[in-house]
C-alpha cells in the first residue's frame, strides 16, 4: 500500500472565520483524550461561576478522582485568563473538596511571560498548560 503524504499549515483559529472556542470546546468535550491528560469524562461545560464567568470545561478522571477545571483561550495566553483559570479552580476545590483539583489553560500560544508567572505558584496551585495548535491538512498526489 502507498504511503499518503500530507501536507500540514498552522492556522490561526483566532483568525478563522468558522473555527471558533466553542468549536474548539465541543471537540475536547467529544473526545477529552484528545488533550492529553489521559481517559477523562467530560463532566460539564460552561459550569456558571459565582465570579459571573463560566468554566469553559469540567473533566473528570475516575481512576485518581480529579478534575480538571478548563480555560479555552484562543491567541496568546494573558492576565485575565490565567486569573480565570486561578478563581475557577478555586472555587471548585472549595465547592467540591472530596476531589483533587488541577487548573488547566489551553491556549494557542503559551508565552514565556505566562510560564514566568506560573513558576511563582509552583508547589501552591496544581497548574496545567497546554499549547493547541490547529493544523489545515491537505493531501498530495
Known amino acids: 500500500m502507498e504511503e499518503k503524504y500530507v501536507k500540514t499549515e498552522v492556522i490561526s483559529l483566532k483568525a478563522h472565520p468558522e473555527l471558533n472556542e466553542k468549536w474548539v470546546q465541543a471537540k475536547i468535550a467529544e473526545d477529552p483524550s484528545i488533550i492529553g491528560l489521559g481517559e477523562l469524562n467530560l463532566k460539564d461545560t460552561e459550569r456558571p461561576q459565582p465570579s459571573g464567568g ?20 484562543l491567541g496568546k495566553s494573558d492576565e485575565s485568563h490565567i486569573i480565570r483559570t486561578i478563581e475557577y479552580w478555586n472555587y471548585q476545590r472549595k465547592k467540591f473538596p472530596q476531589y483533587e483539583h488541577c487548573a488547566v489553560l489551553i491556549a494557542e500560544d503559551i508565552t514565556s511571560r505566562f510560564l ?13 498548560a497546554i499549547q493547541m495548535k490547529a493544523l489545515r491538512a491537505a493531501l498530495s498526489r
Not at 514566568?116 to 496545567?128: E, K
Request: proline letters at 6%; zero cysteines.
Open 116 to 128: 514566568n508567572v506560573i513558576s511563582l505558584f509552583n508547589g501552591t496551585i496544581p497548574f496545567i
Open 54 to 73: 463560566r468554566l469553559d470545561l469540567l473533566l473528570h478522571d475516575p481512576e485518581t478522582n480529579r478534575r480538571y477545571e478548563v480555560e479555552l483561550e
